[in-house]
């Protein structure tokens, strides 16, 4: 098997794939985020999880390279990272009741090859009614302004959830790991 690479810096990405008990590295690549006009979510992500793999094939030949992006969606606009108390506030009281759409992209890259899978896997959370205390109470206990959507969904997030939709609950925290399998087995890797 190929060494394994997670084209990432991302500490619920290094969780995430480590469940599948194979060894990998990590590095982070420096690309442009932006987002082009009039371009659709599904395509940025999965544009930005491919260009996170390229990034790296030139300084990791012979690797298996793990490139995936996340974006949160709410009303057809994009919601990033909230990085303060204040927006992650506004974010949560304009998801409350509301269906948030997370689309990760995910790619994976044989640099030896050249040969990259690139894929999208959308899950949707039912937001439950919140008020600003339950908000405020939240946000002070788990702080979560590094997260899409301004929650944490492998932790106390999860309370502020009616539902959730899709294929895939791994790809709610950044990395879908069932799709990553799949393209894990095109490659030879065998799991478990």
Do not use: W
């Not at 371009?39 to 030139?58: C, D, F, G, M, S």
């Not at 998801?95 to 690139?118: D, I, W």
């Not at 702080?143 to 969904?153: H, I, N, R, V």
């Amino acid at each position: 098997m190929l060494p394994l690479l997670l084209a990432s810096s991302s500490v619920y990405r290094r969780e995430l794939l480590s469940r599948l008990h194979l060894p990998f590295t990590c590095s982070s690549p420096d690309i442009d985020e932006s987002h082009r006009d009039n371009e659709p979510a599904v395509e940025l992500v999965k544009r930005l999880a491919e260009q996170k793999a390229r990034a790296l094939a030139a300084s990791h030949p012979g690797h298996l390279i793990i490139g995936s992006d996340q974006v949160a969606a709410l009303e057809g606009r994009i919601i990033g990272k909230p990085h303060t108390f204040e927006n992650a506030r506004d974010q949560l009281l304009a998801a409350s009741g509301k269906r948030v759409s997370f689309l990760t992209g995910l790619a994976l890259l044989n640099s030896e090859t050249g040969h990259c899978q690139v894929d999208c896997v959308p899950f949707t959370v039912h937001m439950r009614e919140l008020d600003a205390e339950c908000i405020e109470r939240y946000l002070r206990i788990e702080q979560p302004y590094d997260c899409a959507g301004s929650f944490k969904a492998e932790g106390l997030g999860v309370s502020l959830f009616q539902s959730a939709d899709g294929p895939d609950a791994t790809s709610l925290i950044g990395l879908p790991l069932i799709r990553l399998v799949d393209m894990l087995r095109v490659e030879g890797v065998q799991i478990p």
